[in-house]
């Protein structure tokens, strides 16, 4: 048995994430959940609703996070370490408010928060820690004591998580034909979100245009494509491009659009381009539809070749990684010095967001940050 690792404050992991429909009735509720309050127009629903009946009304993403949750409980038992780890979602079964209750019931008293959204934004951040206020709000409602509740800082540029990708997108290069194969663009994908939300995303220090959100992505993007340079010794152009787009059609969005793009590439006589979705953890609705059938089929019409490059998903090396940012910010939380794990030229992101960070539309409380209570 390897040494015990010590996690003390926390003494349970919560993954935390957006939760998907298992079957065809729980498609429309499930919609409805997702667009409480959102104003997304009813075709962009029907439409969205159609991709979920395509796959017999099953979202990949809750089976993916079963598998990380064993994934990182493997991990955490063959390395000693030895913290429950729960699951909770935003907006299907299992609920983080009934999660939350169970670990009460457990008498767990610091919950630490991993979030399936390695980047800064409203939706991939704030959003989340408005539904833990939610939920801790709820349960004191109820008469409940839960327990404090931090989130794990954003892991877009841990090693854990960029190698995985990285390996997909030379696996996906390998599997091109071999004519194309050099001549092959790389289409770097994320969540399209209003360009206002991108402005806005992260600390308030200055990252440009696009704001944390943009700049986080860039920073990803360019440590795999320079790392497919070093390992082929080609240089695959690049770009980072978006999929997903929702909202209405004269609210500006980040662009371009994924389908856009492999037009205008093939127009340009690029042979062939590989899809890397880097904005996403697992493979989820968004990477099966958007890109596996709609892009795709997109390409097939052009006669422009085209790979997918796969997600982290419950890679080893991800769940590692997770075990590292819990060491990291256990130690932190001790008043230790902690040296954080981060490629690229952004560094480790904050461990609390800062008042104002990622801020949405309408002002709402959100738990797990500098301006308000932890718990
Ligand atoms: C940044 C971001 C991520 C990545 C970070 C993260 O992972 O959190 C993400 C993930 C996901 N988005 C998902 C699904 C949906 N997102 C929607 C709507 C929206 N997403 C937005 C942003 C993001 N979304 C935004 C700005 C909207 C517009 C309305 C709003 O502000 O809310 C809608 C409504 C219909 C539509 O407009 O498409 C659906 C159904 C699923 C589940 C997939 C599955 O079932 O496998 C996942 C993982
Ligand atoms: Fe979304």
Known sequence: MPDALDATPYDALLLLSFGGPEGPDDVVPFLENVTRGRGIPKERLKEVGQHYFLFGGVSPINGQNRALLDALREDFAEHGLDLPVYWGNRNWAPYLTDTLREITADGRRRVLVLATSAYASYSGCRQYRENLADALAALRAEGLEPPRVDKLRHYFNHPGFVEPMTEGVLR???????????????????????????????????????????????????????????????????????????????????????????????????????????????????????????????????????????TVGADPRFAAAVRDLVLERAATERGQVAAPCALGALGASHDVCPAGCCPARTPRPAAAGAEGPHA
């Open 172 to 310: 996906s290069l390998a599997d091109l034909p071999e004519d194309v194969r050099e001549g092959a663009h790389l289409a770097f994908t994320t969540h399209s979100i209003p360009i206002s939300a991108a402005d806005t995303s992260g600390p308030v220090e200055a990252h440009g245009d696009g704001g944390a959100y943009v700049a986080q992505h860039l920073d990803v993007a360019r440590l795999i494509a320079d790392a497919v340079r070093e390992r082929t010794g080609t240089d695959h152009p690049w770009q980072l491009v978006y999929q997903s787009r929702s909202g209405a059609p004269h609210i500006p969005w980040l662009e371009p659009d994924i389908c856009d793009h492999l037009e205008e590439r093939h127009a340009a006589g690029v042979p062939a381009v590989v899809m890397a979705p880097i904005g996403f953890v697992s493979d989820h609705m968004e990477v099966l539809y958007d890109l596996d059938t709609e892009a795709t089929a997109k390409a097939a019409e052009l006669g422009l070749p085209v790979r997918r490059s796969a």
